[in-house]
C-alpha cells in the first residue's frame, strides 16, 4: 500500500519568513495530493491540494510543488503570520470513488513574533 | 460545499461498554465512507473503509470485532467502539469522497474510564 513520509516533524519560523514542508510517496499510481492544515481537536481543512497532471500549483500565499519521478512534493507558505501556526499534513490517493488518504506524519509549524 | 455531520463530539465511557459514532452526510450521496483514528500529536491513521450495502474494509491490525462499522445507507456510516478500554481513547474521525476531494467530520473524542 501507498506510504507516505513527511518532513520536518517540527517547525518553527519567525513571522514573515517561509516555510517549507516536504513529503514522498511510495506508490507511483497515486495522482492526487491535498495539504490539510489541523487546529488541535479539530477536523483537517484543506488548504491546497495538487494533481499529477500539473507540477505546481499556488493559492495567495501558498504553494505546492510536485515532482512525479522522485515521487515527492512540498507546501511552500511565503509571509508566515501567527495564524498559520498548527500541524500540516500531506496526503496522497488515487482519484477515484473508492480511493483511500493516506496522511504523512503531520509537520507542527510554529511562527513565532 | 459538502458537509459531513459527525456526533457525538464527545463521549466518556466507562470500560467494558460500546459507543456509536454517527456520521452523515448532508447534501450528497456517500457510497464510501473512511474512518481514522487520530492519537495525540500523531497522524491520522485509517481503520476501515465503509461500503454502503456491503461489508466494510478494515485495514491490517484493526479489530474487526470490535470495531463495528454499518454504512446501512448513502447517507449514514455508523462506528461502533465494542467493550471499549481506556487505550481504545482517541480522537474518531470519518470522511468521505465529495466531488474533486474529502470531506470530514468534525471528529469524536473518545474517553473510555
Known amino acids: 500500500g501507498e506510504n507516505v513520509e513527511q518532513h520536518p516533524s517540527t517547525l518553527s519560523v519567525q513571522e514573515g519568513d517561509s516555510a517549507v514542508i516536504k513529503c514522498t510517496y511510495s506508490?507511483?499510481?497515486?495522482?492526487?495530493f491535498p495539504w490539510y492544515k489541523q487546529e488541535l481537536g479539530k477536523r483537517p481543512q484543506l488548504i491546497i491540494d495538487?494533481?499529477?497532471?500539473?507540477g505546481e500549483k499556488k493559492d495567495q500565499r501558498i504553494a505546492v510543488t510536485l515532482n512525479k519521478t522522485a515521487k515527492h512534493f512540498s507546501l511552500h507558505i511565503t509571509e508566515t503570520q501567527p495564524e498559520d501556526s498548527a500541524v500540516y499534513f500531506c496526503?496522497?490517493?488515487?482519484?477515484?470513488?473508492?480511493?483511500?488518504?493516506?496522511f504523512g506524519t503531520g509537520t507542527r509549524l510554529q511562527v513565532t513574533l | 460545499g459538502a458537509v459531513v455531520s459527525q456526533h457525538p463530539s464527545r463521549v466518556i465511557c466507562k470500560s467494558g461498554t460500546s459507543v456509536k459514532i454517527e456520521c452523515r452526510s448532508l447534501?450528497?450521496?456517500?457510497?464510501?465512507m473512511f474512518w481514522y483514528r487520530q492519537f495525540p500529536k500523531q497522524s491520522l491513521m485509517l481503520m476501515a473503509t465503509?461500503?454502503?450495502?456491503?461489508?466494510?474494509?478494515?485495514e491490517q491490525g484493526v479489530e474487526k470485532d470490535k470495531f463495528l462499522i454499518n454504512h446501512a445507507s448513502l447517507t449514514l456510516s455508523t462506528l461502533t467502539v465494542t467493550s471499549a478500554h481506556p487505550e481504545d481513547s482517541s480522537f474518531y474521525i470519518c470522511?468521505?469522497?465529495?466531488?474533486?476531494?474529502?470531506?470530514f467530520g468534525s471528529g469524536t473524542r473518545l474517553t473510555v474510564v
Open positions: 470522511s468521505a469522497r465529495s466531488g474533486s476531494g474529502y470531506t
Open positions: 506508490d507511483s499510481a497515486s495522482n492526487y
Open positions: 495538487i494533481r499529477s497532471n500539473v
Open positions: 496526503a496522497a490517493s488515487i482519484i477515484g470513488t473508492a480511493s483511500k488518504l493516506t
Open positions: 447534501d450528497f450521496q456517500a457510497t464510501t
Open positions: 465503509s461500503n454502503e450495502g456491503s461489508k466494510a474494509t478494515y
